[in-house]
């Protein structure tokens, strides 16, 4: 995300979505071939030993460099890259870059003054506006994960084949990932907000084919329909709303709020069996539905909640407190950032002033 460049941040965070996708897709067909659990579970974790090269393969974060002042390795990086891009940096480049290090160390926002946990918290408590949107992006993440993976767990309970029930529910992810390029014409907000709640009240509705339908197979496949609605609105909210929280935390501790995110999810992951299995708790049709209407009306609360996150499309990311302050202040006059107008030159900046070439890195 840090690479590219406001135009082009949406691509970057939406074409790795098709890997998740692929992967819940063939894990139907991994699943069907490997049916004994154990095998299936290695086939599934052994391959994430590959992972360890990430440490050598991919570089630190120039912004989390900067912050911490650490502007040679920051330097290095940025040259690294523009080598590999065949890009040329200018000295007008460096020296700008060097004006800007040397202002910014001269202001209150110094780049190398990181909050610790506690201060964080604090700072937080102290700004309520800060607390309430750090709130709802914790409880859209929580539901977000228990929806999409409590979802996924449902399938068997569909009363159709489980296997291709959760391929189905595997290949709607190709759509909703197809459906987010709109956040670059239309923001973020809008598409997020309308997915949580047309899933979710797609889920909701199930309680009626249960209640009013009596051919069973014709059930099933309706309510396998209305489920897999549900996860469309799950899997947009799961990809915006990961673009989203980094564009709205700043630099200096995006890396830790995003973590503190990831942990809500996985409590939400951790809610989703519990939830999933509720129809074996309470007997009927409504049994049946229970799950459904319990994730239906999380998903429809976190996405009216979602509206009062503010927009980020096109705008630059917020480095300190104060610029998430102010990012607050300016929600409702978004800045319109262009690709700059030299790009394919030998001028780019580490934001908006990113050359294609050094962005694609």
Not at 95 to 117: G, L
Not at 162 to 169: A, K, N, T
Not at 197 to 221: H, M, P, R, S
């Amino acid at each position: 995300m840090e690479w590219v460049s406001p135009a082009y941040r949406m691509h970057a965070g939406i074409i790795i979505e098709y890997f998740f996708a692929l992967g819940v897709s063939l894990l139907a067909g991994i699943a069907y071939l490997l049916k004994e659990w154990p095998y299936l579970e290695l086939a599934c974790s052994v391959p994430t030993a590959l992972f360890l090269s990430f440490f050598w393969l991919i570089p630190e974060s120039p912004r989390w460099l900067l912050s911490k002042g650490r502007i040679t390795e920051c330097k290095q990086i940025i040259q690294k890259v523009a080598n590999f891009n065949g890009v040329q940096l200018s000295e007008k480049f460096w020296t700008e870059f060097d004006d800007d290090y040397q202002k910014s160390e001269k202001t209150d926002k110094s780049p190398n003054e990181t909050p610790s946990a506690v201060e964080i918290a604090i700072l937080l408590f102290h700004s309520p506006r800060l607390l309430i949107r750090t709130v709802i992006i914790f409880f859209n993440w929580l539901v977000v994960s228990m929806v999409y993976y409590g979802l996924s767990m449902n399938s068997g309970n569909m009363g159709v084949d489980i296997y291709v029930s959760f391929l189905i529910s595997g290949l709607v992810e190709f759509v909703g990932y197809t459906f987010c390029f709109v956040i670059d014409r239309v923001g973020r907000k809008a598409p997020h907000c309308g997915a949580m709640v047309l899933g979710g009240l797609a889920c909701i509705c199930t309680i009626f084919t249960d209640l009013y339908l009596d051919d069973a197979e014709t059930k099933n496949w309706i309510n396998v329909a209305l489920a897999n609605v549900g996860k469309f609105g799950a899997t947009v909210g799961f990809a915006l709303i990961y673009i989203w929280s980094a564009e709205l935390f700043p630099t200096i501790i995006r890396n830790s709020q995003m973590g503190a995110s990831s942990m809500f999810a996985r409590i939400g992951g951790m809610l989703a069996p519990f939830i999933a299995n509720l129809g074996k708790i309470v007997p009927g049709d409504f049994g049946r539905s229970l799950p459904l209407m319990v994730f239906g009306g999380a998903t429809v609360s976190a996405g009216l909640l979602s509206l009062f996150l503010p927009e980020t499309n096109k705008r630059m990311l917020p480095e300190t407190i104060d610029d998430a302050e102010d990012f607050m202040n300016l929600s409702e006059k978004p800045r319109s950032i262009e690709p700059n107008e030299n790009q394919g030159h030998d001028d780019p900046g580490l934001e908006g002033g990113t050359t294609t070439k050094l962005s694609s890195y």
